[in-house]
């Protein structure tokens, strides 16, 4: 790394403004994935963005979009729901038993319970 | 016109961390500690909007479209095919933009700055997706969607940012502004600003090399130069 934070490679820095203002194939971004700051440029390409924008000046957002965005909002601010009420945190299975059902199987940390856990109690053909 | 490095006696100074960079490869655009910030991020970041979104409150939502909706479909409509695609673009960015507001720390970039880089790493993920549209096109009137031939007026939040920008902008050579404006401005590709200007492709990429760590070593003197802001 050279002065002021920039590589000392031509061909890093090189990349880095290609990534900074059309990106890269996914070779490439494995290669400047080495660098400390791969976006070492984007924000001068964003500042540049912001002038040329405003020079031409900015146009209305359409009403149509302004409204589908309006109304997605609050669900994207939304918290996340809570987990599923009948799935339990345990501790992982270290190896899950045949015949628990799918929960056991595919999560490893959540068991059955309340009906599932009283049908496979009485349950011999759960366990097939 | 974002957070600037007020020392310089680091070289990596001002630039972000991994860790701090936002999900799915985004960055906030400086994020070390040594970062100082311009007197537009210290006067506006009473009034940034992202920590009220992060923090769920639902009327930010309206307020984040007042103030970047214009700047994000500018961006959007310079970028894309079309109208539809264009719009699918914009909801794409706020909606990151919105998940993401918890990553923007006004202490360490600016608001205008942090949007910006997300709507334009996002763009590019998806002109690299579908594809680069011709020199030429615009959707203006192709595909259905009404858009308004009127220009917004710059949020006046903005114009900080704006006049510092220009002012990077304006420094540089004619041909590294033609260059980067036509590559930044209309993502035009290397090769595509090569053919319709002629210059050769190498030149082009060394166009914009150098007008891009030009514009950054500006904006850093600039921060080194007024010596605003308090150290984070």
New interface residues.
Partial sequence: ??????PSSEHL??LL??R????LNARDEAEVASF??P????????????????????????????A???G???A????APAPLPFLAETKPTARPRRGLGRAVRMGGGCRLSGLGRDRLASDPDAHD | VSTLCGTMTTPSLGRASRKDRPAGGLCVPSVCKERRRTVSEVQSTSEDLLPRVASGDPTAVKACLDKYGALVWSLARRMCRSGTDAEDAVQDIFVSIWKNAARYDSTKGSEVTFVATIARRRLIDRVRQVGRRPVESGFDGDSGVAVSAERAETPVELRDEVTLANRALSELSEDQRRVLQMSIGHGLSHEKIAEATGIPLGTVKTHIRRGLIRVRSLLEEQANRTGRGAPS
């Avoid at chain 1, 790394?1 to 920039?6: E, F, I, P, R």
């Avoid at chain 1, 994207?76 to 918290?79: D, I, N, R």
């Fill in positions: 790394v050279s002065a002021h934070g920039l820095l090189e403004a290609l900074a203002v059309e990106g400390e700051d976006d070492l440029f984007d924000e001068a390409a964003s500042v540049i963005a912001l002038a040329l924008a405003a020079n031409d000046g900015l146009s209305p957002m359409p009403a149509g979009l302004r589908r965005l309006e997605l909002g609050p994207v601010l939304a918290p």
